[in-house]
């Protein structure tokens, strides 16, 4: 059964389909906030709008084509893409800071960890945990990135991330698990503690 905002969403994404521009502005500003949060952890603040803005033009040139369920993940798939392209544009540049080296995605390492640690939800309200993860977020290759994010920040299943990173889903959560595993080690080798409780 389908909530009220998401059939709300689905009449406007209707409407958009059939040229209505004002239901298509609707749906953007429902999602334009978020995008430009996981695109500022993507690729940075001086690029974030680029990608943001690319990805809704994408979108609105594109939506005829749009078959799925779910707007939120069709647009963020759409500006993942976006992002991940101007990373890979990035490392073609050597005058352009590069990201890590890609340690390859094999499924068989993943595994929920046994203690899994803080969330990134959960630190949210501790300033300086925030500021090291967004440092150790930085550092992570960009496809563990963007899955990290997807799911930790932006609340995507990992089916949901499966299809926005057109990936097979085991490869999802070894880089979630790999991405979380990273924050975590930054946020142990700081001496974070955890939330006062």
Do not use: C
Not at 115 to 134: F, K, Q, S, T, Y
């Amino acid at each position: 059964m389908k909530s009220a905002s998401g059939e709300a969403s689905a009449l406007l994404v209707e409407r958009a389909r059939q040229g209505d521009a004002r239901a298509f502005e609707q749906l953007a500003r429902d999602v334009e906030r978020p995008l430009y949060r996981h695109a500022v952890r993507m690729v940075g603040q001086v690029d974030a709008e680029d990608v943001v803005q690319d990805a809704l033009l994408s979108a609105w040139r594109s939506l005829s084509s749009f078959e799925g369920s779910s707007f939120r993940a069709w647009i963020f798939r759409i500006a993942t893409n976006r992002a991940l392209d101007r990373l890979r544009s990035r490392r073609r540049h050597p005058e352009l800071p590069l990201d890590p080296p890609n340690e390859g995605d094999d499924d068989r390492s993943w595994a929920e960890p046994a203690a899994p640690g803080p969330d990134l939800v959960e630190i949210a309200g501790d300033r300086e945990a925030l500021l090291i993860v967004e440092q150790a977020l930085s550092t992570l290759p960009a496809e563990q990135r963007a899955a990290l994010l997807l799911r930790d920040v932006e609340g995507f299943a990992y089916e949901e991330i499966a299809t926005i990173t057109t990936v097979e889903i085991g490869t999802v959560k070894s880089r979630i698990h790999r991405g979380r595993l990273a924050v975590r080690n930054a946020l142990v080798a700081r001496g974070w503690k955890g939330p006062a409780g």
